[in-house]
Structure formats: C-alpha cells, structure tokens
C-alpha cells in the first residue's frame, strides 16, 4: 500500500506565495518526513502551551476535549472544560454518573450539548464499567474498542489513543486531506491510507524525527499533527492550503 500511495505523491511540485506567484518549480518525491521538516520550520512553538501540542496532554480532559471540538472551535471547548473543572466535574466517575441535563449545561458553550453530552457521558460510563479509571483505561484501551464507541470515529479514536494515551498512532483530519490535497497532490485517500502514508516516512527517518521533535516517536506524531494543524489555520482560504511552504 506504501508504494501505491507515495507514487501519488510524485508529481511536478509548484508553489504559490499566499498572494504572489511561482517562485519555484521543481519535481519532488514526497515522503511525509520532508513535510514534517517543513511544517516545523513554519510552526517553532508548537510546544509552548503543551510538550505534546494538544493541552493538558496525558490527561482525562483530552478524552472530554476530542468529543467537544467536533464542529466547534477550540476556544468554546476551553470555556466548556473550564465549566466542568469549576463544578469539580472532570473526571470519568463525576462524568459517568452525572444527569446528561447538568452535562449539557456545562458544556453548552460547545455547541450541539444535548448530543454531546449524551455521547461524552455515554463514553465515561464505558470506560468507568470496563477500565474504572482513567490510569486503568490508558493501559488497557486499544483502538477497537474506542471504535466500538458511538461518536467515536477514527479520529477521535487516535486522538484520544496519541494524546491522552500517548500512543504511537498519527492523527488524520480535515487539515491533513487539504494540506496534502494542496501541497502534496494527494487526493482522494481513505482515512487509513493517508495515516499509514504519514506514519511511513516517519518511521523512514526514526531517528531524525525524534532528534528534531526532541522526543520519542509520540511526540513526532503529536507535534506533526499539531504543524498541520496549526499552518492549515493561518493558511487556509476556500478550502485551499497557501502559504510559501518549500517541501523537499
């Protein structure tokens, strides 16, 4: 499947400056390592407000967090967890037992509550009955199960599995399948095969990655995901990824 899905990635490379013209043309072979090397050298901070990216990594509040940020943005979810740790409400047990009316009006400034905290609750009283912590559920949890989950879809699952976790699984969403749609000329991949892409040259240049990241190969994941994510923000109009990146 590698070499089907890195053939994609060959293809006559020319970047545009965000709002000026070619300023180079070349013929690239793209491997997701020469993408990781570029989005860090636009996104130097990534670790300013977590070591691993997303907020409060290692922790219980990702698992809330993944359910929250669907179809909202990051600074609603904020006020939402702020909410539940005021009401002393964030942990899998005082989630688990708590009237899905009360969870919704905490996290009513995520939009979309009353599915949300039917889904967030229905998750913490899956874990409390099958793991009965989060310490247990970190050890224990692996990515069939999380699937098995109403709500949870793959990226959510991965999510949850590198950033709570702190498992070796790259992350895929909608800034991904654009910045590789735009950047790179991929296009038309399953979820699966752009993950299997993006952890493959990785895992091709192990050693450097983690020397760059200054970690192990969980924070080169959580860190990738996070450039993408981060440069696609800045970047993005229409739909399409700008910006003067160089890619090999």
Not at 90 to 106: R, Y
Not at 136 to 163: H, N, T
Request: proline content about 1%.
């Amino acid at each position: 499947m590698h070499k089907r899905i890195q053939a994609k990635g060959i293809r006559r490379q020319r970047a545009f400056c965000l709002y000026g013209g070619v300023y180079w043309i070349k013929l690239v072979k793209m491997d997701s390592f020469s993408l990781f090397c570029a989005l860090l050298e636009y996104e130097k901070n990534l670790s300013d407000r977590d070591p691993y990216w997303w907020p409060n990594s290692g922790t219980f509040e990702v698992i809330v967090g993944v359910l929250l940020t669907q179809q909202t943005k990051w600074e609603n979810v904020e006020k939402s967890l702020q909410a539940l740790k005021t009401f002393d409400l964030l942990s899998v047990q005082k989630i688990a037992e708590l009237d899905v009316a009360t969870l919704a009006e905490a996290i009513k400034p995520s939009g979309f509550y009353n599915q949300k905290s039917i889904r967030l609750k229905a998750l913490c009283k899956a874990i409390y009955d099958e793991f009965g912590d989060f310490e247990s559920f970190v050890s224990g949890v692996d990515r069939g199960w999380l699937l098995d989950q109403k709500g949870v879809g793959y990226e959510s699952a991965d999510s949850i599995l590198l950033y709570a976790c702190r498992r070796e699984i790259m992350v895929v969403d909608t800034y991904t399948a654009r910045l590789l749609a735009s950047k790179c000329g991929m296009e038309g991949l399953e979820y699966e095969e752009i993950r299997e892409w993006l952890e493959g040259g990785i895992y091709g240049h192990e050693a450097e990655a983690c020397e760059m990241a200054g970690g192990d190969i969980v924070k080169v994941f959580s860190l990738f995901h996070g450039a993408i994510v981060e440069y696609c923000k800045r970047y993005t109009k229409k739909g399409v990824v700008g910006g003067c990146m160089q890619i090999g």
